[in-house]
Nanobody, 122 residues
Framework: QVQLVESGGGLVQPGGSLRLSCAAS????????MGWHRQAPGKQRELVAH???????NYADSVKGRFTISRDNAKNTVYLQMNSLKPEDTAVYYC????????????????WGQGTQVTVSS
């Protein structure tokens, strides 16, 4: 019922920038939290940043000051602006929508995107 479609990944040199986008579609009434997680080869998936519908944000220490998360509630879209990228930022980045209220159902649900590869290399 709900799909998350990510875009914006790719290959970038160290110090460069990328902007990820994730659009949620379906019978959505509201989304409390939208965020980005990442998983590097051989490592566990980790939170990068999330943002509430009210605009409160939370960042992993490793990206503070370099990444900025934002969202457009009207479009159910979340963005991640990544600046000063480092090789250790290389990972598959997954979009997440949590506490999603569906227009035709009770309860709240969590959804994940399929992931987009970000590679930081010279």
């Amino acid at each position: 019922q709900v799909q998350l479609v990510e875009s914006g990944g790719g290959l970038v040199q160290p110090g460069g920038s990328l902007r990820l986008s994730c659009a949620a579609s379906g019978s959505i009434f509201s989304i409390d939290i939208m965020g980005w997680h990442r998983q590097a080869p051989g490592k566990q998936r980790e939170l990068v940043a999330h943002i509430t519908s009210g605009g409160s944000t939370n960042y992993a220490d490793s990206v503070k000051g370099r990444f900025t998360i934002s969202r457009d509630n009207a479009k159910n879209t979340v963005y991640l602006q990544m600046n000063s990228l480092k090789p250790e930022d290389t990972a598959v980045y997954y979009c997440n929508a949590d506490r999603v209220t569906i227009a035709t159902m009770g309860g709240r649900y969590e959804y994940w995107g399929q992931g987009t590869q970000v590679t930081v290399s010279s």
